[in-house]
């Protein structure tokens, strides 16, 4: 499920739909080190990742479902144009759609996402509001291979805070931004150096050079 270490540089393709605060975050730690961002594809036209891609010299492409016949055909679109690229590791960050079945086959056990809560709690859109509003006294994120469920794939990383009592919204999801931006890129960085392993007797059990040594 873990992918080997198959080029040098680590080709890793980002998907966004939006912002692209965690697309940054890889790309001021990680890119051109070991590991090269070779091409950046957005679900929405006017996501402002586009934008920080094309200013750090990275390709990026838009993959809008409109411009397709369905969801399939865009996710087979999306794919090829990372398989072109020879991507190593598709990272989900901030990709705010469901990739079909033959997708998730086609790059098994090589696709990662974000997510902030500490899943299994709290899969899905609004993960922190519905967090807020069951009453939580901690909450995390999550850094997830993604498999065919939503937010279902085994966990690679979490972390964990405790909500201070005053709950403004905005200071948590900066909060959850700042844990994200170093997770994410720690998660990345870990699978391309081969220190991500899944136990095959129990595909849930995934071993970290830093939580395993
Ligand atoms: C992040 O909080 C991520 O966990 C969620 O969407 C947000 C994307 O933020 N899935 P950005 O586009 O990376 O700034």
């Known amino acids: 499920m873990v992918p080997p270490v198959s080029s040098d540089p680590f080709r890793v393709g980002v998907l966004i739909s939006g912002e692209g605060s965690n697309l940054q975050a890889i790309l001021d730690t990680l890119h051109g080190s070991e590991i090269e961002v070779v091409g950046v594809a957005s679900s929405q036209r006017q996501a402002h990742g586009v934008e920080r891609a094309r200013q ?28 072109d690229r020879r991507v190593d590791l598709v990272v989900l960050a901030g990709f705010m759609e469901i990739l079909s079945g033959p997708f998730i086959r086609r790059f098994e056990g090589r696709i990662v996402n974000v997510h902030p809560s500490l899943l299994p709690a709290f899969p899905g859109v609004r993960a922190i509001e519905q967090a807020l509003d069951y009453g939580v006294q901690v ?35 900066e909060h959850i931004h700042q844990i994200e931006h170093r997770l994410l890129p720690r998660a990345v960085s870990l699978i391309a150096a081969g220190s991500v392993s899944i136990d095959a007797d129990n595909p849930r059990s995934v071993r970290t050079g830093v939580r395993d040594g």
């Open 56 to 83: 750090a010299g990275i390709e990026a492409e838009v993959f809008d479902r409109s411009d397709h016949a369905d969801r399939d055909a865009r996710d087979a679109a999306l794919g090829n144009w990372l398989a």
């Open 139 to 173: 909450m995390g994120v999550t850094v997830h291979f993604v498999d065919e469920g939503v937010d279902s794939g085994p966990v690679i990383l979490q972390e964990c805070f405790e909500l201070p009592y005053a709950r403004d919204i905005e200071a948590i999801e």
